[in-house]
């Protein structure tokens, strides 16, 4: 690793928004950490962008533990790991287990990881957060005309478990920006739009480019002293509503 570059870990890094995010940052000269659940293919996607795979699973304590005492400086932290379980169409034929799945990670591990690795954060000159939300999480944009999505078609419910997951998402974002701004930490978080990746069949198949996406992801990364901080930004650039 560079000791005169900055530093970023993005977790969830192996495919999809991640890996993209990984790519740019270390075009840019970064030293990159892809958080990986399956080392193996960390190290693929390691190789491939140019960074360093950092064995993570955000729902093991130990391994959140583990991975924080081994980057004892880190400059950004970029929350991408998320999933999507919801196969229903309408909330009340979603399993409650598929709720806590699901929050497991796109929630409680988020508020892990960010907590463990705030000591290496809180030395960095320019400290950032990124939290990879969802439009879908936008209650706004749930109950009225939007960019990103279809409002009406999504009514009964379908993927609730994920998109009230990146809610709570947007709550974490705002509660830690106010928490960690003393800190010089600012905290934002990215509504990516659809995109081409595995979270679910869907993305899968209708997705756009996963670059376009990162390309947001990067910029909050990289905000100036005088940059925003706990809001909500569409991958345009543009502040989205909460």
Do not use: C
Request: glycine share 10%.
């Amino acid at each position: 690793m560079n000791t005169t570059a900055p530093t970023a870990l993005v977790t969830g890094a192996t495919s999809g928004i991640g890996k993209e995010i990984a790519r740019q940052l270390a075009a840019q000269g970064w030293n990159v950490l892809l958080g990986a659940r399956d080392r193996a293919r960390g190290e693929q996607a390691a190789a491939e962008v140019g960074g360093t795979v950092l064995p993570l699973d955000v729902t093991d304590a130990d391994s959140v533990a583990a991975a924080a005492a081994a980057v004892p400086a880190l400059d950004v932290l970029i929350n991408n790991a998320g999933i999507s379980l919801d196969i229903a169409e309408v909330i009340t034929d979603v399993d409650v287990d598929v709720f806590r799945r699901t929050y497991e990670t796109n929630v409680f591990g988020v508020v892990a990881v960010t907590n463990a690795f705030l000591p290496a954060l809180r030395g960095s000159a320019h400290p950032r957060i990124v939290n990879i939300s969802s439009g879908t999480g936008s209650l706004t944009w749930s109950t009225g005309p939007n960019p990103q999505f279809d409002h009406v078609a999504a009514s009964s419910g379908r993927g609730a478990a994920y998109r009230s997951s990146k809610a709570a998402l947007d709550g974490l974002t705002i509660f830690y920006s106010h928490a960690l701004a003393a800190d010089g930490i600012k905290v934002n978080a990215l509504a990516p739009g659809l995109r081409a990746t595995n979270l679910n069949p869907r993305a899968a198949g209708l997705g756009g480019d996963p670059a376009e996406a990162a390309e947001g992801a990067v910029r909050l990364a990289t905000l100036p002293d005088d940059g925003p901080t706990g809001q909500l930004f569409s991958w345009d650039g543009t502040v989205a509503p909460w």
